[in-house]
């Protein structure tokens, strides 16, 4: 006989519609007897596994049998001091054996669901969720189909598999989701208050929103007040309620500079911040930038950190120095930035060899992200933004080879408005050629 799965992947739902036992007499036996033993999530709930599913019907097989509940039990630890009850015992195929193993059905769920958002048909997406929620918790299908689902989609996108409109369409269905559980979620029960949002120009918000659910679901009172927030209206609403933590997230180096501003406000006003977001694990050294709490590379990583510092907040991290080696080049680029862009242009009309399409996309990229690293004084965390463009740009079938040139112009361009006070820009600039070769003077 094939051993019986000991994983825990079952909600409370799933197994009561498998054994026919109501939730009150299930949570009885557990109280009285301690049998079945689920396990529980990180939100408390109740977890059970394929092996507790078998117990609970060995149980009811015994009462079908004569045997009262507490005589069944009794006899169920009289034979487990010898040997597994259930061992060689035929057992019929359950609702739950009856699926594909718990890693395979997610990942066969989470690859129907892409599929249809795919095909933007919401009816076919909505009822993969459906299924998904009947038989696994909440956090799990949180997990491993809503928020791995649109990071692959994001994948596709930048691999040119998928559009910007199927991205969004995937998103759409997966916030109205979240936001629905959000709202029946219970009242909190717990005094303490967390502000959730993203900083100013971050519109990715579904990463933040899944977090407010899970703090939800943990009893906590939770403030979201979703993407893009401006500095100064963010802390003019900290100052109303007094949170006792506020949560920022940024996906995109740009938006790493919007977060620091605030870790350094918020630091200087006595309120303890946590931060995470994408971009702080593809560049790990941009954390030693930010003067807050690091909540750690996953969603779960945070909600244990999150717990960690409402229980015992510690010290602020060590603040770093507020004089930026390249202030004032950072100030001045944010005055002149339109007349470079226009001094750009202008100098690109004279490479006709450079694609148009090229141009577009490399420029919604380089010049935010050039801002950023001024604003976070390290102007090297434009290498690893570049190689991720140049990827990009490969999946596109865009030749990269003509980026060294395009950033021998913008160099030019920063030279004729800048002058000497862009200085920092062209020799990094120029460092980036001798590195990389080709770069023309």
Known sequence: MATI??????????????????????????????????QRTPGGHRLYSDYDVAVIKWLRARQDEGLTISRAVELWKETAAAHDPLEGLP????????????????????????KACLAFDAGKAEEVLNQAFAINPVETVCFEILQKGIRQLGTLWHQDRATVQQEHFATALAVRRVETLISAAPAPTRTQTVLIGCPAAEWHHFSVLLLTLLLRRR?????????????????????????????????????????????????QAGVPLAYGGLIFN????????????????TLEDSLERIEELLAAPSAFPAALPLDNPYQETAALFRARRAAVE???????????????????TVNTFFTDDLQAVLDLGKLDLLEIDLD???????DRKISAAQLLPYLGVYRQAVQLELGAQGAPITAWLNEYHGNNQGLPH
């Not at 979201?224 to 401006?230: D, E, H, M, Q, V």
């Not at 991720?388 to 490969?394: E, G, I, P």
Request: glycine share 4%.
């Open 219 to 267: 009893g906590l009172n939770v403030v979201y007040l979703g993407a893009n927030l401006p500095l100064d209206q963010m802390e003019t609403t900290a100052a109303a309620i007094r949170p006792a933590l506020i949560v920022l997230a940024s996906q995109q180096l740009t938006t790493a500079a919007a977060l620091r501003a605030a870790a350094i406000l918020f630091q």
């Open 282 to 297: 593809r560049v790990p050294e941009l954390r030693a930038h930010i003067p807050a709490y690091f909540l750690g590379e």
């Open 342 to 360: 226009a001094r750009l242009n202008d100098l690109l009309d004279e490479h006709p060899g450079m694609s148009a399409a090229y141009m577009n």
């Open 388 to 394: 991720w463009v140049k990827k990009m740009l490969a």
């Open 91 to 114: 057992r019929a195929a359950s609702y739950a054996e009856s699926l594909p193993a718990p890693a395979s059905r997610l990942d066969d769920l989470r690859d129907r669901w892409i």
């Open 5 to 38: 799965s000991r994983t825990p992947i079952y909600n409370l739902s799933a197994v009561l519609r498998e054994t026919g036992l109501t939730a009150d007499v299930l949570r009885a036996w557990e109280r009285r007897y301690d049998l079945p033993k689920p």
